[in-house]
């Protein structure tokens, strides 16, 4: 039997199962998780166990976003994703250079293969289902458009191309996400799409 938790009164309770949640009458704004869940979630915000008690589903629009250091923090995982890929690739054309001339010219092409390798591991995440690369994946942000809908791989290449302005800028597109209520960069802006996290993170 599956088990819940609620904030009362501002603390945890539980567990409950689903038959004494529907004696409280809990009301959608009321805080619940299911057992296994990361984190509290408004009633009215999940789908199932909002129409079993009776509540209104509502989805709300993202409230809490990524800052800069936690979004720089997952593009330097990214490229150590992109750079241990490269080392395998490199191995393996390594094993078959028969000179030191042609193992040098590899390593040189390798400092233009990691960069677009990043690239695409940017947009073939954060257009999946988990609208995340394997940086924000692991820090638990993802991408999405301005009301958190998924992206899709189509405007999720259009923002990563996008992120030329923030370099042609010298970084100030980076660093306008300073001065931003919903901490989007210039390639943001351009994709209009946000950067977020859950409420506990």
């Not at 001339?101 to 940017?122: A, R, T």
């Not at 301005?146 to 899709?152: D, F, K, S």
């Not at 042609?168 to 351009?190: E, N, P, S």
Request: proline share 3%.
């Amino acid at each position: 039997m599956t088990a819940y938790y609620i904030i009362q009164q501002g603390k945890p309770s539980g567990p409950f199962s689903l038959t004494q949640l529907k004696e409280m009458h809990l009301t959608g704004t009321d805080f619940i998780k299911e057992e296994g869940w990361d984190d509290y979630k408004e009633l009215r915000e999940i789908p199932d166990l909002s129409v079993e008690l009776g509540v209104l589903y509502e989805r709300t629009l993202p409230q809490y976003y990524a800052t800069l250091d936690i979004r720089l923090l997952a593009a330097a995982i990214d490229y150590f994703f992109a750079f241990a890929i490269y080392c395998m690739i490199a191995f393996a054309y390594l094993m078959l250079a028969s000179e030191k001339l042609e193992q040098g010219q590899l390593l040189l092409f390798g400092l233009i293969l990691v960069p677009v390798l990043k690239f695409m591991l940017n947009v073939l995440g954060e257009g999946s289902a988990k609208n995340a690369s394997p940086g924000k994946l692991l820090l638990q942000i993802k991408v999405t458009d301005t009301r958190g809908n998924p992206i899709g791989f189509g405007r999720a290449l259009w923002r990563n191309v996008a992120k030329l302005t923030c370099i042609l800028t010298l970084g100030v597109g980076y660093l306008a996400g300073f001065l931003d209520r919903k901490q989007q960069c210039f390639h943001d802006k351009l994709a209009k799409t946000l950067v977020i996290k859950g409420r506990l993170i």
